[in-house]
């Protein structure tokens, strides 16, 4: 069957990620713990843990698609912002959850280092999906 199919699985169990990737050519990622109050330890183990899991998993099936879905909360500085550009300087991150999805895109993005045009290169798409703005939805 052609199209997308949802697989359920743990990001904390490894083997169980690399049931539900089997066959795959794109992983579309948007499981993790989010919100603005916990321990900063479920959050990295739920967010970074789980992601290095899901990478991992993707690196066995030589599966070379992946979609973060991220969050606009890296940009948070404690006020609202309008907007707010990607390229950016990102603040430093006070909350739990900010601060694992911002380690988690840069671990990402460090899957891109060294890859060159030509070769069999990978690409991490990190959306960060948001709601209604001043004039409108974005």
């Known amino acids: 069957a052609r199209g997308i199919v949802f697989e359920p699985a743990d990001i904390l169990d490894p083997a ?6 089997s066959p795959a050519d794109t992983v579309i990622h948007c499981a993790g713990r989010y919100g603005d109050w916990g321990s900063y ?5 739920d967010n970074v843990v ?4 899901v990478v991992a998993a993707c690196r066995q099936h ?3 698609k992946i979609v973060f879905v991220s969050t606009p909360s890296m940009y948070f500085n404690g006020h609202d912002r309008h907007d707010v550009r990607e390229d950016e300087p990102l603040p430093e991150q006070a909350m739990a959850y900010g601060r694992s ?7 990402l993005q460090g899957l891109l ?6 070769q069999a290169a990978g690409r991490v798409l990190n959306w960060r999906p948001y709601g209604a703005q ?3 939805v974005k």
């Open 16 to 21: 169980g990620l690399a049931r539900a990737m």
């Open 113 to 118: 280092e060294g890859v060159t045009v030509g």
């Open 101 to 107: 999805k911002r380690i988690v895109e840069h671990e």
């Open 62 to 64: 030589g599966i070379r």
């Open 134 to 136: 001043k004039n409108g």
């Open 41 to 45: 330890r479920d959050f990295h183990r």
């Open 50 to 53: 789980g992601t290095r899991n």
